[in-house]
Nanobody, 119 residues
Framework: QVQLVESGGGLVQAGGSLRLSCAAS????????MGWYRQAPGNQRELVAT???????GYADSVKGRFTISRDNAKKMVYLQMNSLKPEDTAVYYC?????????????WGQGTQVTVSS
């Protein structure tokens, strides 16, 4: 079994910063693309940022220049540094990863961590 566990969410004032972490554990052969998604109440889950195993990154337009995704392959972790937070960044943030278990990759989600930005 593979688990993704997020941490680092919380309440912050607009303009503040938070750093989310996600740890992968279990019977992991290797990890491909990792990413962060978010879902605000009444909205669909949306992509925030992704990072490949060699460090290529991609961001939603709404977070470019404010958020930075990174990963530590040895520790099987992915991070999301969030700066200049806005009230519209309030959402549950989910970690996502393509994990090779035995001979094929499978997609996994974490349980989510709440980020609330007050104005």
């Amino acid at each position: 079994q593979v688990q993704l566990v997020e941490s680092g969410g919380g309440l912050v004032q607009a303009g503040g910063s938070l750093r989310l972490s996600c740890a992968a554990s279990g019977s992991i052969g290797s990890i491909g693309i990792m990413g962060w998604y978010r879902q605000a109440p009444g909205n669909q889950r949306e992509l925030v940022a992704t990072i490949t195993s060699i460090g290529s990154t991609g961001y939603a337009d709404s977070v470019k220049g404010r958020f930075t995704i990174s990963r530590d392959n040895a520790k099987k972790m992915v991070y999301l540094q969030m700066n200049s937070l806005k009230p519209e960044d309030t959402a549950v943030y989910y970690c996502n990863a393509d994990v090779r278990v035995t001979s094929r990759f499978q997609n996994y989600w974490g349980q989510g961590t709440q980020v609330t930005v007050s104005s």
